[in-house]
């Protein structure tokens, strides 16, 4: 039946409506809604559909597809929605107006699949922002069982065409919702790095805060540790992840953005050869598309905010504007490196205070003692009773190794607490054998043990002293263990205890010949000495070392 005036105007004043209302909506979801459903209204189609197409290498593919006149028990026997392929490809690859009879009988067309309701007529438009095409609309089955006629493709290119600048401003709305979250979340962070909280818990932030803005499914950072390696330190979206996990800076794509200093973007890393050591390759196998920013200061690059998508959620990746990120992971960059400047500031602070300290033990607390000791000593000479030249001589003695005791503490208070030198090793392996022993080791020290340079004699050291020390333990049934490590020209450990000995076949196998070979590879001796009074340990080895000034 042909169309009346008054059914045109009728019709006009829908399309009409329909743009006004689809104006004051500035949420992209309900717009594309809106759309599909004023669409089948003005052409009065049974079924509508709006395919969006991808972006990248996904653009000759439909990322979502809105549907209306499909009941919910319809969906699910068609199962999976269209990905673009036959005649809604058709239209994808050649974006025109197409109206069908029946689109069973257009060449391109591969059928409906099973449980698919029938559709005989079609009318396809695409939507366009500017001069790109976003997505098609799709129409089939006229109500009154005949053909979409010209008047209908009129009707739906208009409103097509008002679709198009109101999806916009809609993306444009949602972009600029966006970048108000980045930079909210940029100055949350800010504040987290430069205030109280706890570096790892800033970091953490710094990962859940990106992974909620940018919809990803993981997140995490990873920090330069050095020329070769990338350690990642946080992931957010991933509980049961074991942290750190180290890369190489070689083969990896995240190293490739710290090398570059610029972002990465990958569709897929599970096909991408590059991403062979990256942990959502290897451990999170179902993240698909990843964007990897540099975490940038004026001295380089710190790190990497790694941002991973599941593939169903391709869209949330394409929606992310890369430079956001980014900007993101460079203020939280330049805090990382403020709070570091911060903390080391704190340190020189104390390290002042301990200098400070250390000079006046040595300037006035030791000379005073030697003082002391010398006028003691020359009393010492001119005592008539022989106990009291004894006791003053034992005094001597003492003042002598509190002196000794007072320089031990110097070097320590110039050493950072967490310092990793051997002289720090060592004092950790007593204190480790404490629970075993029952009690904990006496431990000497004396020379520049913390200056040894070479890893060999370092590491040969502290086995020997652990298995000394376990020996002790498990065999010795000792009440007191005493450790003298002394670095001259050798560097020489011995270990004594006041227990019952050791079985005479331990003196010559077993872990004691053990020490007895590391000794000798270094060109060193090693000698026991165990009776039913204890047994007494003695590992030397040649040591060349820079004496420190601060020992000497």
Same mark, same amino acid.
Do not use: C
């Given at each position: 039946m042909p169309e009346t005036a008054g059914d045109t105007a009728q019709r006009l004043q829908l399309l009409l409506d329909a743009v006004v209302g689809l104006a004051g909506d500035l949420s992209l979801d309900s717009v594309l809604e809106s759309i599909v459903r004023t669409a089948s209204e003005l052409a009065d189609a049974k079924y509508a559909a709006l395919g969006v197409l991808g972006t990248g290498r996904e653009r000759r593919r439909l990322q979502s597809f809105v549907t209306h006149g499909l009941t919910a028990e319809q969906k699910a026997r068609i199962g999976q929605l269209p990905r673009g392929h036959g005649l809604l490809g058709e239209l994808i690859d050649h974006p025109e107006s197409l109206r069908l009879h029946d689109l069973a009988d257009h060449p391109a067309s591969h059928?409906?699949?099973?449980?698919?309701?029938?559709?005989?007529?079609?009318?396809?438009?695409?939507?366009?922002?500017?001069?790109?095409?976003?997505?098609?609309?799709?129409?089939?089955?006229?109500?009154?069982?005949?053909?979409?006629?010209?008047?209908?493709?009129?009707?739906?290119? !208009? #409103?097509? &065409?008002? @679709?198009?600048?109101?999806? /916009?401003? *809609?993306?444009?709305?949602?972009? +600029?919702?966006?970048?108000? =979250?980045?930079?909210?979340?940029?100055?949350?962070?800010?504040?987290?790095?430069?205030?109280?909280?706890?570096?790892?818990? !800033? #970091?953490? &932030?710094? @990962?859940?805060?990106?992974? /909620?803005? *940018?919809?990803?499914?993981?997140? +995490?950072?990873?920090?330069? =540790?050095?020329?070769?390696?990338?350690?990642?330190?946080i992931m957010s979206g991933a509980p049961d992840a074991r942290l750190p996990i180290r890369l190489p800076v070689q083969g990896s794509l995240a190293g490739l953005v710290v090398t570059s200093g610029e972002p990465v973007i990958v569709e897929d890393v599970r096909r991408d050869p590059r991403a062979v050591n990256e942990l959502m390759a290897s451990r999170q196998g179902s993240v698909g598309p990843a964007i990897m920013v540099p975490m940038r200061t004026h001295g380089g690059v710190e790190g990497v905010l790694v941002?991973?998508?599941?593939?169903?959620?391709?869209?949330?990746?394409?929606?992310?504007?890369?430079?956001?990120?980014?900007?993101?992971?460079?203020?939280?960059?330049?805090?990382?490196?403020?709070?570091?400047?911060?903390?080391?500031?704190?340190?020189?602070?104390?390290?002042?205070?301990?200098?400070?300290?250390?000079?006046?033990?040595?300037?006035?607390?030791?000379?005073?003692?030697?003082?002391?000791?010398?006028?003691?000593?020359?009393?010492?000479?001119?005592?008539?009773?022989?106990?009291?030249?004894?006791?003053?001589?034992?005094?001597?003695?003492?003042?002598?190794?509190?002196?000794?005791?007072?320089?031990?503490?110097?070097?320590?208070?110039?050493?950072?607490?967490?310092?990793?030198?051997?002289?720090?090793?060592?004092?950790?392996?007593?204190?480790?054998?404490?629970?075993?022993?029952?009690?904990?080791?006496?431990?000497?020290?004396?020379?520049?043990?913390?200056?040894?340079?070479?890893?060999?004699?370092?590491?040969?050291?502290?086995?020997?002293?652990?298995?000394?020390?376990?020996?002790?333990?498990?065999?010795?049934?000792?009440t007191a263990v005493d450790v003298h490590i002394d670095a001259g020209d050798d560097l020489l450990l011995e270990v004594r205890d006041n227990g019952c000995g050791l079985p005479a076949e331990l003196v010559h196998r077993g872990g004691l010949q053990n020490l007895r070979e590391r000794a000798e590879q270094l060109g060193g001796s090693f000698t026991v000495s165990s009776s039913a009074e204890g047994t007494s340990v003695s590992w030397s080895v040649p040591l060349r070392v820079a004496v420190s000034s601060v020992e000497a």
């Open positions: 059928g409906l699949p099973a449980g698919h309701p029938p559709m005989r007529s079609f009318l396809g438009v695409p939507i366009r922002i500017r001069d790109k095409v976003f997505g098609n609309l799709y129409l089939t089955e006229k109500a009154d069982g005949g053909d979409f006629t010209e008047q209908d493709e009129t009707l739906v290119v !208009a #409103l097509a &065409a008002a @679709a198009g600048v109101v999806i /916009e401003n *809609a993306r444009l709305y949602a972009e +600029s919702e966006r970048r108000e =979250r980045w930079l909210s979340a940029t100055a949350e962070i800010t504040g987290l790095l430069l205030g109280q909280a706890d570096r790892n818990e !800033a #970091l953490q &932030a710094v @990962a859940d805060r990106a992974r /909620e803005i *940018a919809g990803a499914d993981l997140t +995490s950072v990873a920090l330069r =540790r050095s020329d070769t390696e990338i350690e990642i330190q941002l991973g998508w599941r593939p169903e959620h391709m869209r949330a990746f394409h929606a992310v504007d890369v430079e956001l990120p980014q900007r993101f992971a460079d203020q939280a960059a330049l805090a990382l490196q403020v709070d570091q400047a911060r903390v080391d500031h704190a340190k020189v602070v104390v390290f002042e205070d301990r200098d400070r300290i250390g000079r006046d033990l040595h300037d006035l607390v030791i000379q005073r003692l030697f003082a002391i000791g010398l006028s003691l000593d020359n009393t010492g000479r001119m005592a008539e009773q022989p106990p009291t030249a004894e006791r003053i001589s034992q005094a001597v003695d003492d003042i002598d190794a509190t002196i000794k005791d007072i320089r031990r503490s110097i070097f320590q208070l110039s050493a950072p607490s967490d310092s990793l030198d051997l002289r720090a090793t060592l004092a950790r392996v007593v204190d480790e054998a404490a629970p075993t022993l029952g009690f904990r080791a006496a431990l000497t020290i004396n020379g520049p043990v913390a200056s040894v340079a070479d890893p060999e004699v370092s590491d040969n050291v502290v086995a020997v002293l652990r298995e000394a020390l376990s020996n002790a333990a498990r065999h010795a049934r000792a």
